[in-house]
């Protein structure tokens, strides 16, 4: 169960089941995605819980684990969707979980990427926010047959789309700089052109697009648990395997950061 903002501002609450008969055979279904249009508290949480479950007329004596992220209005023991359960479902044998998936994405808080993330979301909003600008980027990717036709969106609850948005910054970006040239606005776009910024931000490229790659594994069908950890854990030895790669300054592994001519080979090591 899984409560996020759509691009709206709209809470979205999604139900998904999952289950495993004797002969270990899983089914997966979604069961409803609910729009939230007031507040998210753990009490309206509950509350679509339980007209998911009347919906698919599935008994609580069913239901062995729920996995949530780590949010408040979910596991909060008192006012969130768990301690809500616990009361209305007393001496249940429910085993409550921080999902996997939401735990990998806590790993972005670990990286020091905030000033080029906070570079690169402030230049897809310069272009996308404002009408006239964002009009006038794509009529001039289409005049230089460019092979996209436009920047993503940043959106800060979707793990996967740090990465999506770094990568094609990457692969505009001479585009980018030449727009911005052409408009006589050369300072909306000077990190593009600052080695040292484009170093840092190439290498988090990489490294996002890897980290994705875990992210969209982890979410394959038909997967049991050993599954799913196998995944992080196999990831775990990669990146001890980049950083002895680095600290040589072998680059195998990034080849958009192998791309570019200037690498600070210190900052590497470090």
């Excluded at 993330?117 to 996308?128: H, P, S």
């Excluded at 092979?147 to 979707?158: E, G, I, N, Q």
């Amino acid at each position: 169960m899984d409560e996020s903002t759509d691009i709206n501002d709209t809470a979205q609450l999604v139900l998904f089941i999952r289950g495993v008969d004797e002969n270990f055979e899983i089914t997966e279904e979604l069961v409803c995605m609910c729009s939230l249009k007031g507040t998210t508290k753990g009490c309206d949480i509950f509350r679509e819980f339980q007209e998911g479950l009347l919906t698919l007329k599935v008994p609580i004596t069913n239901i062995c684990n729920i996995t949530t992220d780590g949010a408040p209005n979910m596991t909060g023991k008192k006012s969130g969707f768990l301690g809500l359960f616990n009361q209305n479902y007393p001496g249940n044998n429910v085993v409550f979980l921080h999902c996997v998936i939401h735990q990998d994405a806590l790993c972005k808080s670990a990286l020091n990427m905030k000033p080029v993330l906070d570079a690169v979301v402030k230049l897809v909003n310069t272009i996308r926010s404002r009408g006239l600008t964002h009009r006038q980027f794509r009529d001039f990717f289409q005049s230089v047959q460019s092979a996209y036709s436009d920047v993503l969106y940043y959106t800060k609850v979707r793990w996967l789309s740090a990465g999506c948005v770094f990568e094609r910054v990457w692969q505009l970006k001479d585009d980018i700089v030449s727009f911005f040239h052409e408009k006589q606005c050369s300072t909306e776009c000077e990190m593009l052109e600052d080695t040292e910024w484009l170093s840092d931000f190439v290498f988090f490229t990489d490294l996002l697009c890897h980290m994705n790659n875990l992210n969209v594994k982890m979410q394959g069908k038909n997967q049991f648990i050993d599954d799913i950890w196998a995944h992080p854990k196999a990831f775990k030895l990669k990146l001890n395997l980049f950083a002895g790669h680095l600290a040589k300054n072998d680059l195998s592994h990034f080849l958009r950061l192998n791309s570019i001519p200037s690498v600070n080979e210190e900052k590497l090591k470090n």
